[in-house]
């Protein structure tokens, strides 16, 4: 989604505002696809005394698969970016800074690579999550599961001494 800022670039006080949907289907994610809807992004380009300011977000429903039970769920995401805007660049070590090609910026580009960088590295159905069982596979989000718990060797002497009480 390319903008043209050319009409705001020399004017302080204007502003572009957009509104499009990216689809990032195709985008894996740990051997999942979870964005099968699309991607909501809405945001503006604002100049500020001179300076160039782009902010967005973009929204998405994940289907999510939880990484401790396996549950799939319905996750909503949603990623802020913002950045400045610039026909030159001074400081080369500066992230925040996108250069304008011919006065013209590609706000698509900008908000997939913001959404895929924002996305989670661990999914959790709920903070509390319990997980399942490592030794039967049973969710113990459920309850407890009906496998005997073994007795760690090292303290087979103390679990003796529990007994004999």
């Not at 039967?136 to 529990?162: I, Q």
């Amino acid at each position: 989604m390319l903008f043209d800022v050319k009409p705001i670039l020399h004017t302080p006080g204007g502003r572009l505002e957009f509104r499009f949907e990216l689809d990032l289907s195709d985008v894996e994610f740990s051997g999942r696809y979870p964005v099968s809807r699309p991607v909501e992004v809405s945001g503006e380009i604002r100049n500020t005394a001179g300076v160039l300011d782009l902010t967005l977000t973009a929204r998405t429903t994940l289907d999510a698969a939880c990484d401790r039970c396996g549950r799939e769920f319905p996750q909503e995401k949603e990623i802020p970016y913002s950045c400045m805007l610039a026909e030159e660049l001074q400081n080369e070590d500066n992230d925040e800074i996108v250069l304008l090609e011919d006065g013209k910026v590609d706000v698509g580009d900008l908000a997939r690579t913001a959404f895929i960088l924002g996305m989670d590295t661990k999914t959790l159905c709920s903070e509390d999550c319990k997980g399942l069982c490592p030794r039967c596979g049973a969710d113990l989000n459920l309850g407890p599961c009906s496998c005997k718990k073994e007795t760690d060797p090292r303290l087979a002497v103390l679990a003796k001494l529990l007994e004999n009480k």
